[in-house]
């Protein structure tokens, strides 16, 4: 069906990586971002992308594939202040800028 | 950097009570939109308005009213609060064509009892 889907969880550790996946089904594309967001406080916006391939921007990489449907937020050399969760969200093709938004990625980095 | 206010911050409310959420923004964006965050749903787009003194609905409309006077401010009205709409709302804005990235406020926690 329509939607944006991610895994629940993700664990990784201090100083190595994590990818965070995202899948999508929606009706058209115009799109794609990635939102950090930690416990009680409010989404911060981290990455749009709307051509495939893979973008580097340091700590914070993503990829697309728009034939596939599929993104994911990269993040290296990890921290343990990269525990949060991670949004994927969609923009529809029209006017209104609307964001089709996952669950969210919980990821948890352990020492 | 983008700057988006909202108050209150967190609210309790009777079932049945008026209330009214504000957000305000010094972004000069023309879109802002209203989002209600609970466990199991993710953020879920309520109304959301592109010019000023209009708003259009969002997804899960139903019990809730906005309200745009200017193009800083945008409310959100719930008439008579209901238990399930007991959560946290989100207040965001973006620009105009080539500018997508929404800003986010600080939120509002709301609990009706």
């Known amino acids: 069906g329509q939607g944006v889907e991610q895994p629940d969880n993700l664990m990784s550790v201090e100083g190595t990586f994590a990818r965070v996946n995202c899948t999508y089904s929606?009706?058209?594309?115009?799109?794609l971002s990635w939102y950090q967001q930690r416990e009680g406080h409010a989404p911060v916006f981290l990455s749009y992308?709307?051509?495939?391939g893979l973008k580097d921007s340091g700590h914070f990489s993503t990829f697309l594939s728009r034939s596939n449907g599929y993104s994911y937020l990269l993040l290296t050399e990890l921290q343990i202040k990269d525990s949060a969760s991670y949004l994927c969200?969609?923009?529809?093709?029209?006017?209104?800028?609307?964001?089709?938004f996952g669950l969210g990625t919980t990821l948890q980095v352990q020492p | 950097e983008a700057a988006v206010t909202q108050s209150p911050r967190s609210k309790v409310a009777v079932t049945g009570g008026k209330v009214t959420l504000s957000c305000h923004q010094t972004?000069?964006?023309?879109?802002m939109y209203w989002y209600r965050q609970d466990t199991g749903h993710g953020l879920r787009l309520i109304h959301y308005?592109?010019?000023?003194?209009?708003?259009e609905k969002g997804d899960i409309p139903d019990g809730y009213k906005a309200s745009r006077p200017s193009q800083e401010n945008f409310s959100l009205i719930l008439e008579l609060a209901s238990l399930s709409q007991t959560a946290v709302y989100f207040c965001?804005?973006?620009?105009?064509?080539?500018?997508?990235?929404?800003?986010f406020g600080p939120g509002t926690r709301l609990l009706v009892l």
């Open positions: 992308v709307v051509l495939d």
């Open positions: 972004n000069n964006h023309d879109y």
């Open positions: 969200a969609v923009r529809e093709t029209g006017n209104t800028r609307k964001l089709i």
């Open positions: 308005s592109y010019v000023a003194d209009s708003t």
């Open positions: 929606t009706s058209g594309f115009n799109g």
């Open positions: 965001a804005s973006s620009g105009g064509l080539g500018q997508d990235t929404q800003y």
